[in-house]
């Protein structure tokens, strides 16, 4: 990069008597990066100034086009922690990246002002331009990345989300399945289940897959070994809640689930007290008139 | 026939994308709730193959018409080992991994239309589509 061009952005920030920093403002609020008053107006000012005063730093380092200095490490640090907490806070990325984008417009019109020629307006405005182009990628970058921390976060928690095996009466459990089976979460279901059929003294665990959206072979899969580990463990295991679209489905699939099985977990229950011995009647009426 | 959408299949959680995104057509579509099934449970099984045997792929839903009536039309894309014998791997119950050897064969019986074709060290391909 000439010295021209460079000279150019020295002088861009550092003549500056306070008017950037409203020009900028103003184009950010009417290009939307202020979201609508989601910023606080002290807030968003503080960060523009203190943006401004390290991109002035920058700009006077060895380097001014090259983002990846460490003359540019404060601009960075700024950028960061704007992206991150927009990224959290639920804002869109072009209300995100608007913070840096809409400096262009006030920057480039200084620029043509302060130009002699062509010449030093084309330079300069190709030294500017890589530069913000620069950090509004940085910017998106690290959105991105705040955005993906958040679904990961969320995926966790879903995974953890327990799946707790419930006590129906004396030697009967229960385990209601939600959601997706997929591997990982399967096997911890299982050992839930079958811990519990230790714990619980259970001889008969009713599986209920009401809340199982899709039960495809591999899913079956998972149904056939919980329940043959059960069976080892010398529990009968009662699959309940298969929809009728479920069952028809499987059929079509060609799964053969060789267990026990019963629409609603009522009747899954109805046939474990059975099982065991009990019996659920009305109460006798007391007196009869 | 409209535009189709292109969904990559890399990892078990693009399975689950693919079927709400089948879902989601097919309801559009105005497909029953057992139509609306199999056509999820079908894609499940090819996305997860694509995944499981191709190494990952890509997955094309598009909505298609034909005959005066509508339909939906999945193909699964994977660039893998491709299949040696495709009569073999359409047989109930064979798996050259560890499921129970029903995903393909089971989702030619859930959808109205079965094509598949798969050379060696190149890739394989399959194209189901069910009609309303």
Avoid at chain 1, 180 to 200: A, F, G
Avoid at chain 2, 44 to 60: D, K, M
Avoid at chain 2, 95 to 103: V, Y
Wanted: one cysteine or more; hydrophobic letters at 40%.
């Amino acid at each position: 990069m000439n010295t021209p061009a460079i000279n150019a952005l020295r002088s861009l920030i550092a003549d500056d008597g306070g008017t950037l920093l409203d020009e900028w403002l103003l184009s950010l609020k009417a290009a939307g990066g202020a979201a609508n008053g989601r910023v606080n107006e002290n807030e968003l000012r503080t960060q523009c100034r203190d943006f401004l005063a390290a991109l002035q730093g920058a700009f006077e380092s060895d380097a001014p086009t090259d983002t990846h200095t460490a003359a540019y490490e404060p601009v960075t640090a700024i950028l960061d922690e704007m992206s991150r907490s927009r990224a959290l806070q639920g804002f869109s990325p072009s209300e995100t990246a608007t913070f840096v984008f809409s400096l262009k417009h006030p920057l480039f019109a200084r620029l043509r002002r302060s130009s002699k020629d062509v010449e030093a307006l084309g330079d300069g405005a190709w030294a500017l331009t890589e530069v913000m182009d620069s950090l509004g990628l940085h910017v998106m970058q690290v959105y991105q990345t705040s955005r993906e921390q958040v679904i990961k976060r969320q995926q966790e928690e879903i995974s953890e989300l327990s799946t707790p095996v419930v006590k129906l009466w004396d030697g009967i459990v229960a385990l209601p399945l939600i959601g997706t089976l997929d591997s990982s979460r399967t096997q911890i279901v299982m050992e839930n289940l079958l811990q519990s059929i230790v714990d619980q003294e259970a001889e008969i665990a009713i599986i209920d897959i009401t809340g199982v959206p899709t039960v495809d072979t591999l899913v079956a899969q998972h149904l056939l070994k919980t329940v043959a580990a059960a069976r080892l463990m010398g529990a009968d295991c009662i699959i309940s809640g298969i929809r009728p679209q479920i069952a028809q489905t499987m059929v079509h699939l060609g799964v053969e689930l060789n267990m026990v099985s019963k629409a609603s977990l009522s009747d899954a229950l109805a046939l474990a007290l059975k099982r065991t011995g009990r019996m659920v009647v009305p109460r006798p009426i007391a007196s009869k008139s | 026939m409209t535009g189709g959408e292109t969904i990559p299949i890399r990892e078990s959680s693009d399975v689950i994308r693919v079927r709400a995104e089948v879902r989601r057509l097919a309801i559009g579509l105005g497909l029953g709730v057992v139509d609306q099934t199999k056509i999820v449970t079908a894609a499940s099984e090819l996305a997860r193959n694509t995944l499981v045997y191709g190494g990952g792929g890509h997955a094309v839903l598009e909505v298609v018409e034909g005959k005066g009536r509508r339909g939906l039309r999945l193909s699964f894309e994977d660039h893998g080992p491709g299949i040696l014998d495709i009569g073999q791997a359409m047989i109930d119950g064979y798996s050259s991994g560890r499921g129970l050897g029903l995903g393909l064969s089971g989702a030619k019986r859930l959808s109205s239309e079965f094509e598949i074709t798969s050379v060696v060290g190149e890739g394989t391909r399959v194209v189901i589509t069910r009609w309303n």
